[in-house]
């Protein structure tokens, strides 16, 4: 195992960047239906083509956050048991993941706002077939 350990904690890191990416993604999805919400003219198809895009990113990084865990559980024993061994990469690695923690951050406010924006459109929706 500890011959392994750098490949797994490189493995490791180029995971959280592949979810980072993703992550990017969903939030530019979230942004054009924030604009798609505060439009005029509410475009019904457009605003579902973008939420089946996320649902693909969304599998992906289910994927990525299975395989992440995974692939910890192999290596997460060996570094901390030896932390100073690989410290420059697993600092890379915490650096990743405090940055994906700000990105989920804003990516769940980001939803949210959305939500309310979308709950407030099917209510001026029925208002106009009454």
Same mark, same amino acid.
């Given at each position: 195992?500890?011959?392994?350990?750098?490949?797994? !904690?490189?493995?490791?890191?180029?995971?959280?960047?592949?979810?980072?990416?993703?992550?990017?993604?969903? @939030?530019?999805?979230?942004?054009?239906? @924030?604009?798609?919400?505060?439009?005029?003219? &509410?475009?019904?198809?457009? &605003?579902?083509? !973008? !939420?089946?895009?996320?649902?693909?990113?969304?599998?992906?990084?289910?994927?990525?956050?299975?395989? &992440?865990?995974?692939?910890?559980?192999?290596?997460?024993?060996?570094?901390?048991?030896?932390? @100073?061994?690989?410290?420059? @990469?697993?600092?890379?690695?915490?650096?990743?993941?405090?940055?994906?923690?700000?990105?989920?951050?804003?990516?769940?406010?980001?939803?949210?706002?959305?939500?309310?924006? &979308?709950?407030?459109?099917?209510?001026?929706?029925?208002?106009?077939?009454?």
């Amino acid at each position: 195992m500890p011959d392994n350990t750098e490949t797994y !904690i490189k493995v490791l890191i180029d995971t959280l960047k592949k979810k980072e990416k993703v992550l990017t993604s969903l @939030s530019e999805c979230t942004k054009q239906q @924030s604009q798609l919400l505060e439009a005029d003219e &509410f475009d019904t198809e457009a &605003f579902n083509s !973008i !939420i089946e895009k996320k649902d693909i990113l969304l599998e992906e990084l289910k994927g990525l956050d299975d395989g &992440f865990l995974d692939l910890y559980e192999r290596v997460g024993q060996v570094l901390k048991d030896d932390p @100073s061994a690989h410290a420059d @990469s697993v600092k890379k690695a915490q650096e990743l993941v405090k940055h994906l923690t700000e990105l989920s951050a804003s990516l769940t406010a980001a939803e949210e706002r959305n939500r309310s924006g &979308f709950a407030i459109r099917l209510s001026q929706g029925r208002q106009k077939i009454k």
